[in-house]
């Protein structure tokens, strides 16, 4: 695995929310939650039917999310394809 390039992206951000952003407004229903970690934006996981957090990297180009999930604090970056 190559190392993760974009870290320098990294921003102090507090969630948005305290659920999926984009299933709270369409009333839809999450199973684990990632935060963007440019701009605080929280979405579901790819396990998840509606996969908020990798729409709202494709959509933004924001690189690299966290686990918001208690007891868990990994770091995944999408461009690199690795955990930071």
């Known amino acids: 695995m190559k190392p993760c390039t974009h870290t320098d992206l990294i921003q102090q951000v507090s969630a948005n929310a305290n659920g999926c952003e984009d299933c709270l407004a369409i009333g839809d229903r999450?199973?684990?939650?990632?935060?963007?970690?440019?701009?605080?934006?929280?979405?579901?996981?790819?396990?998840?039917?509606?996969?908020?957090a990798?729409?709202?990297?494709?959509?933004?180009?924001?690189?690299?999310?966290?686990?918001?999930?208690?007891?868990?604090?990994?770091?995944?970056c999408y461009v690199d394809k690795t955990y930071v």
């Not at 990798?54 to 995944?76: A, C, D, L, M």
């Open 30 to 52: 999450w199973i684990h939650l990632r935060v963007c970690l440019t701009c605080g934006h929280v979405g579901c996981c790819d396990s998840s039917k509606n996969k908020h």
């Open 54 to 76: 990798t729409k709202h990297f494709q959509q933004t180009e924001h690189p690299i999310v966290q686990s918001i999930e208690p007891g868990e604090s990994w770091r995944w």
